[in-house]
Nanobody, 125 residues
Framework: QVQLVESGGGLVQAGGSLRLSCAAS????????MGWFRQAPGMEREFVAA????????YYADSVKGRFTISRDNAKNTVYLQMNSLKPEDTAVYYC??????????????????WGQGTQVTVSS
């Protein structure tokens, strides 16, 4: 099992920036990488971005490409999500998640085995 703790959420005006962090502990060697998802009220949890531990290959949802950047620090078992040019529609609870070691899709939430508690991001217009 992997324990995940997110931080860095908050309230920001449209056009502003926030940086989320996710610190992982436990059996991180049993995971292939980390992802960020978000869930707005009344909506399904949706994929935002992901990164592999080994090569640092990244994946992004079309809605955040060019605005968000995912990165990792393997020495600290920590993943970051830099969010720039934020829009009101980015408002959601953001979750980090650990992805299983083999198979599946980086974009599918059901291929992630462990989740953080979530951090609220609110973008005002």
């Amino acid at each position: 099992q992997v324990q995940l703790v997110e931080s860095g959420g908050g309230l920001v005006q449209a056009g502003g920036s926030l940086r989320l962090s996710c610190a992982a502990s436990g059996r991180t060697f049993s995971t292939s990488g980390m992802g960020w998802f978000r869930q707005a009220p009344g909506m399904e949890r949706e994929f935002v971005a992901a990164i592999t531990w080994s090569s640092g290959t990244t994946y992004y949802a079309d809605s955040v490409k060019g605005r968000f950047t995912i990165s990792r620090d393997n020495a600290k078992n920590t993943v970051y999500l830099q969010m720039n040019s934020l829009k009101p529609e980015d408002t959601a609870v953001y979750y980090c998640a650990a992805r299983r070691l083999y198979g599946g899709s980086w974009y599918n939430r059901y291929d992630y085995t462990d989740w953080g508690q979530g951090t609220q991001v609110t973008v005002s217009s």
